[in-house]
């Protein structure tokens, strides 16, 4: 039997780049998947193809995951379209960087409204129907720079940091309702957007890690689905570093 078989699994952002690798990696384990991302435009639509490929039901949901209200009435629709929803994966997020004296106060608000209040929204409307179920596995994707800072990104580790927060407090309420949460922190992982990285920042980031590698989208992936599947019944509010060693 696979690993997520008859479970389903909401993933915010899932288009493209890690939210699209942990959604396939969990259609392959058997989950049906819901996944929602601000337009349902061509990377959606090819994100959906592929899935529904692996032989699970899945659909794509247009949503603002920063938008209280459109939560609501998105995970609303999941529930009524997929019966039950069992795994939460709060993948949404964007950066805008830059240092904190140049910073713009819609640089802040963006980033914190996109990757934290967002997964405040999901687990706000989420966690009612798994309270129901006695069960169930929320994820919160996180960052190194969340656990360690970063100059010239303080609004994205802040955002981060209160992901692995946020975790660890629901964790801790829900845990008698038999609800995990949990955290991932990436490292450097190889995608569109650290591609657009210049080589000289790309050389001393390998520097610092010991595996001599970014990580994969699917390196992420792998560490999600053990978290989502009952093979970490015992594992909650917890961060898990996935960064070749990069900050040990």
Known sequence: MKLLEG???VVTGAARGIGKALALKFASEGA???FTDLVINEDAQQTEKEIAALGVKVKAFASNAADFAQTEQVVAAIKEEFGSIDI????????KDGLMLRMTEQQWDAVINVNLKSAFNFI??????LMRQRKGSIINMASVVGVHGN????NYAASKAGMIALA???AQEMGPKGIRANAIAPGFIETAMTAQLPEAVREDWMK?????????????????TFLASDLSSYVTGQVIQVDGGMNM
């Open 124 to 129: 706000h409307a989420v966690v009612p129907i």
């Open 168 to 170: 660890k407090s629901v």
């Open 88 to 95: 939460l994966v709060n993948n949404a997020g964007i950066t």
């Open 32 to 34: 049906n998947i819901a």
């Open 151 to 154: 100059a010239g990104q303080s």
């Open 208 to 224: 610092k890690i010991p595996l001599r590698r970014g990580g994969k989208p699917e390196d992420i992936a792998d560490v999600a």
């Open 7 to 9: 479970k389903t699994a």
